[in-house]
């Protein structure tokens, strides 16, 4: 399915160079994911591969929203390359809820809530619409310096989630949100 290079995407990455920028109220409860983060490995589900990449999340638009930007290369189950891409996402605060839109060039989903441990945790979703299927991306600071990611999916018409892919960036530079 094409959404597993979606999934590995949001999982790890690469990003440009991190801006000190205040992040807005509405968002400082996932500032502890601004930063570039790196050594991120993890593992595909469905083909027992592997990823590694690093991810770059800045306050942009006055701190109104994170970027995240990101580059994951991937490898096959016996460890060989298999190919990388980049990546975008953006963060933003939207009718009472945090949000977000991902893009790889090729394919675009859209989370249209968050569930927010302040500090600590986020887990966005998309809509549940007939036919289409659900996706789930969370982001867990185990750690100060260690974000663990999850990628899951339901098949349409379904609840039940699936891995995509899992993985666990550290982070290599903090970006001051004041």
């Given at each position: 399915?094409?959404?597993?290079?979606?999934?590995?995407?949001?999982?790890?990455?690469?990003?440009?160079?991190?801006?000190?920028?205040?992040?807005?109220?509405?968002?400082?409860?996932?500032?502890?994911?601004?930063?570039?983060?790196?050594?991120?490995?993890?593992?595909?589900?469905?083909?027992?591969?592997?990823?590694?990449?690093?991810?770059?999340?800045?306050?942009?638009?006055?701190?109104?929203?994170?970027?995240?930007?990101?580059?994951?290369?991937?490898?096959?189950?016996?460890?060989?390359?298999?190919?990388?891409?980049?990546?975008?996402?953006?963060?933003?605060?939207?009718?009472?809820?945090?949000?977000?839109?991902?893009?790889?060039?090729?394919?675009?989903?859209?989370?249209?809530?968050?569930?927010?441990?302040?500090?600590r945790s986020v887990v966005f979703t998309t809509a549940a619409i007939a036919g289409v299927p659900i996706f789930r991306l969370s982001y867990d600071l185990t750690s100060a310096d260690e974000l663990a990611?999850?990628?899951?999916?339901?098949?349409?018409?379904?609840?039940?989630?699936?891995?995509?892919?899992?993985?666990?960036?550290h982070r290599v530079q903090s970006v001051p949100t004041p």
């Amino acid at each position: 399915m094409r959404a597993i290079p979606v999934a590995v995407a949001l999982v790890f990455a690469l990003a440009a160079s991190a801006r000190a920028e205040p992040v807005k109220p509405s968002l400082a409860p996932v500032a502890f994911l601004v930063g570039r983060w790196a050594n991120g490995t993890g593992k595909v589900a469905d083909t027992g591969g592997s990823s590694r990449g690093s991810s770059t999340i800045t306050p942009e638009a006055g701190g109104a929203v994170l970027l995240r930007r990101d580059h994951t290369d991937m490898f096959d189950a016996s460890g060989r390359p298999t190919g990388g891409f980049d990546q975008i996402m953006m963060i933003y605060p939207e009718g009472g809820t945090l949000r977000a839109d991902y893009s790889d060039g090729e394919h675009v989903i859209h989370y249209t809530s968050a569930v927010v441990t302040p500090g600590r945790s986020v887990v966005f979703t998309t809509a549940a619409i007939a036919g289409v299927p659900i996706f789930r991306l969370s982001y867990d600071l185990t750690s100060a310096d260690e974000l663990a990611i999850s990628f899951a999916m339901a098949p349409p018409n379904q609840t039940e989630f699936h891995p995509v892919a899992t993985g666990v960036v550290h982070r290599v530079q903090s970006v001051p949100t004041p």
